[in-house]
């Protein structure tokens, strides 16, 4: 493969275990095949080769998309895809205790997956510039694989997803991470994906609109807003990752800076079972002492909402909207499209905040309950919401930590980046991912829905469904990437 003359050389022997070398990529992020200004150049073309108009529609009006007479619901012709239906929520003692809302239903499982190879003992990921309807700034970089059931079998009668067989068939590769996740619990009714990390030794081929990039400046990138999609930063905190030596704790002594670096790397490594045995009692000890029943129900029983000129949307203009959007695109299976979008009312805050204990870097976790999960709640940042939604709530009733979040000084910001959520189902959906980091001094009460952790602790529970939500997620790469040295 050849980027604006770049060549890239062949596969070395890979060394160390996955988890190390993929911090050692993060710990010399210029240790790449192609350097980041070359690669920059390459996106920006793609965005040239692959413009995209998105224009309305009524949602009366999609093509082969309808509404249900009898029940209101919008579904697509061929019963495949996803719906839009109508949510029953009740969760006592919540701030709002009963709810009707539309969302999304999409019961089939995608593929999201990211092919890695060893080049010159450096880990690179292979990406995709992909454009989805809902971007909110048309490119941007996605999985090797990003793609519905009801795409890769081609329900669409499109052209096949390219790499998809490395990850429907992975007997011949090492598979580093494959687990199912969840994603939006507000918007999303029980959806998930599979989340899934596939490593190569055989010389693969490079189609247009792909790239390798290496790990390093994969975490790199997520500093520059709304660049790295949601989809990838799922899969890049299912990576194995550890810049610490797990037997003594010691920083890779690249990280070894006394500082930050020195911290997020301990917490990579800090093993203590007896801890994380905790954790896990912590978990199941407050999904049992929250009640969340939600159903679906018709879309056209839902209170508080309204369909009016081809849009449904909350009748005091909160939350979010649905609705339609006509599309014409180049580089994709299908060139021209239909479908409903949900449009987010207003910009979402997703806040983390950690600590130092001991050499050791805390995250502040909370105990998130949403509708749309499988199984209650699971592990979210310490403050995630959209705070215009919250605006008109009594002090009590906002979420906590919420105001400290917005009032933090820049000089405890770690990290602050407005980056795109799922632009295949969302429109112009957006979140400002922040970490913050707060005295070490334990001023911070946790209290019982929030609880400290360490990046270890979050990387076990990632092997695993249903404990870490997706905004958490995008935030554990994140703190990978705090790895990156200054000046990266």
Known sequence: ???????????????????????RSLLDPHDSTTPLPAFLRWLEECGRQNETEVRR????????????????????????????EGLRAHRPGGPVERWTQPIIRQPEIGILGILVKDFGGVPHCLMQAKVEPGNHNG?????????????????????????????????????????LQ????????????????????????????????????????????????????????????????????????RADDGGLRAAVARSTAASDEERFQGTLHWITRTRAQHD?????????????????DGVIRHTDGLFFEIMGAGITTGGREVRQWTQPLLHPRGTGLAVLFVR???????????AHVQPGLMDVLELGPTVQCTPANH?????????????????????????DTVLSEEGGRFHHARTRYQIVETPPDGSVDAGPEHRWVTLRELSRLLRHSNYVNVEARTLVACLYGLLVPDGR
């Open 292 to 308: 969340m029943w939600a159903d679906l129900i018709p879309l056209n029983r839902v209170e508080g909402w309204e369909l009016a």
């Open 139 to 179: 490119v941007q970089l996605s999985p090797t694989v990003q793609a519905t059931r009801s795409n890769y079998t081609r329900v669409h009668q499109g052209r096949a997803v390219p790499y998809i067989e490395y990850f429907r068939d992975t007997a011949r590769h090492r598979v580093l991470a494959d687990v």
């Open 391 to 415: 605006a008109h709530l009594a002090p009590e009733l906002r979420p906590r930590f919420l105001d400290e979040a917005l009032a933090a000084p820049a000089e405890a910001v770690r990290f």
């Open 57 to 84: 529609v009524r949602l009366d009006e999609l093509d082969q998309w309808s509404i249900d007479p009898a029940t209101g619901n919008i579904g697509h012709a061929s019963g495949r895809f996803f719906t839009i």
């Open 182 to 253: 969840s994603e939006q619990g507000a918007w999303f009714y029980r959806k998930r994906n599979r989340n899934i990390v596939v490593e190569v030794t055989e010389d693969v081929e490079v189609l247009d609109g792909f790239c390798w990039v290496s790990v390093g400046q994969l975490h790199t990138l997520l500093s520059t807003p709304d660049l790295v999609n949601m989809d990838s930063r799922t899969v890049m905190a299912c990576m194995p990752m550890s810049a610490a030596d797990p037997a003594t704790g010691a920083p890779d002594p």
């Open 1 to 23: 493969m050849t980027i604006q003359g770049l060549s890239v050389p062949g596969a070395e022997a890979a060394d160390g275990a996955p988890a190390a070398r993929m911090a």
């Open 356 to 366: 130092r204990i001991g050499g050791v870097l805390e995250v502040l976790v909370r």
